[in-house]
């Protein structure tokens, strides 16, 4: 089985650093062994949400299909992940810290059946993309903490159905047209 782990620091919130790995479709974003990645459930993201994510590796192409297996927000989330011949697991820890998160990410990766020998050889490869991942992490938060604000589409998505009731109480949305009859100009 190949392993890595890495301790991520970001400048953004707790919330908003479980938000933006929890939608795995972003991985292309930031890990640049990932041809492609896109969302294959409709709503809001949590448990069983499903992801497809094509990684390239030695030139070939792998497409591979993720879950969401724990949705704790915003302390820890686990996908789960792979085909026939690859099974992956991704768990990946949130602490609040001043100035951001520290993100503790692991990532198992474990091949099938005779395929299995190959498994030092995988660990040695793996350890060289997960640093390039972490390294992609790091930058493309940096270098968005003041633009990955969600949209308040994906925030709406993304928020536990408790929130998002509690926000519908005595709000409204800015961009809406209201009542202006009786204020002084």
Same mark, same amino acid.
């Given at each position: ?57 030695? @030139? ?8 969401? +297996? ?9 996908? =789960?992940? @792979? ?20 993100? +503790? ?7 099938? @059946? ?31 903490? +003041? ?21 519908? =109480? ?16």
């Amino acid at each position: 089985m190949a392993r890595f782990v890495d301790a991520i620091d970001l400048p953004i919130p707790i919330e908003q650093a479980f938000d933006y790995l929890a939608d795995f479709s972003r991985t292309a974003e930031w890990d640049p062994s990932v041809a492609e990645a896109s969302r294959l459930t409709p709503g809001q993201i949590g448990i069983g949400s499903r992801f497809a994510v094509c990684v390239s590796l030695l @030139g070939r192409r792998f497409p591979l299909e993720y879950s969401i +297996t724990g949705f704790d927000r915003p302390s820890r989330l686990v996908l =789960k992940g @792979g085909d026939d011949s690859l099974r992956s697991i991704d768990e990946i820890t949130f602490v609040s810290r001043p100035g951001g998160t520290r993100v +503790t990410y692991e990532a198992r990766l474990e091949l099938s @059946g005779i395929r299995r020998i190959a498994d030092p050889l995988l660990d040695l490869l793996f350890q060289g993309i997960g640093r390039l991942a972490a390294r992609g992490l790091r930058e493309r938060v940096a270098a968005e903490s +003041t633009s990955m604000r969600p949209h308040a589409e994906d925030a709406q998505r993304l928020a536990p159905a408790a929130d998002r009731r509690g926000a519908e =109480k005595g709000t409204r949305d800015l961009n809406e047209p209201h009542n202006t009859e009786g204020i002084a100009s």
